[in-house]
């Protein structure tokens, strides 16, 4: 065999190159993405507990950076930094999967909705930017509940909470209305 056909051409080489560039960043785009779109339905719509979303979080990061590493060591490289590795791929697949995760908690539900009555416990006033948020029962659990529509003045003349649930395909519970009464 000559050498010519053992080596791959330049522009062959440098064109592979930028379509996987292309890829990483279109990934890394949706992990962001995917980041923020989590956080905020923690922090705002499905109640779930934030040990169980980090369980999600690192156990799906850390089975996806497996696979990837086990591919690349088999098909090319051999010496790959672990660290280097698994930390960029578990955060990025993390965040994916948690999204995807509250994703189809969401949307493949076919629960009804339901409205649950309850007394507020507690009112808090919002920290810089963050809302103000109240401390209500929910199924004998005490929660956390943002309230964006009202400022904390409106807030301190509501005693009691409306919510409007529903249960999601994961058996998450998802907060779909939530309205102040007296």
């Known amino acids: ?9 330049l522009k ?19 992990a962001f993405f995917s980041f923020f779109y989590s956080l905020r339905e ?7 507990s934030f040990k169980l979303l980090i369980i999600i979080f690192f156990l799906s990061g850390i ?3 497996s696979i990837f590493y086990i591919f690349r060591t088999t098909k ?3 010496h790959l930094s672990l660290y280097n590795f698994f930390a960029l791929k578990t955060l990025t697949y993390g965040s994916i999967f948690c999204a995807i995760f509250f994703l189809t908690n969401d949307y493949f539900s076919n629960d009804k909705e339901y409205i649950i009555n309850s007394f507020i416990f507690e009112k808090h006033k919002a920290y810089r930017n963050s809302p103000n948020y109240i401390i209500t029962q929910i199924k004998g659990v005490e929660r956390e509940i943002n309230i964006h529509d009202y400022n904390f003045e409106e807030l301190q003349n509501f005693n009691n909470v409306e919510i409007k649930m529903k249960n999601g395909f994961w058996g998450l519970q998802i907060i779909k209305k ?3 009464k007296k």
Do not use: D, Q
Request: a positive charge.
């Open 1 to 9: 065999m000559s050498r010519r056909n053992k080596k791959i051409p």
């Open 12 to 30: 062959s080489r440098k064109r592979n190159e930028s379509k996987i560039m292309i890829l990483k960043l279109f990934i890394g785009a949706i």
């Open 42 to 48: 923690f922090n705002n719509f499905t109640i779930i």
């Open 63 to 65: 089975l996806i950076s």
């Open 76 to 78: 090319a490289e051999k």
């Open 178 to 180: 939530v309205k102040l």
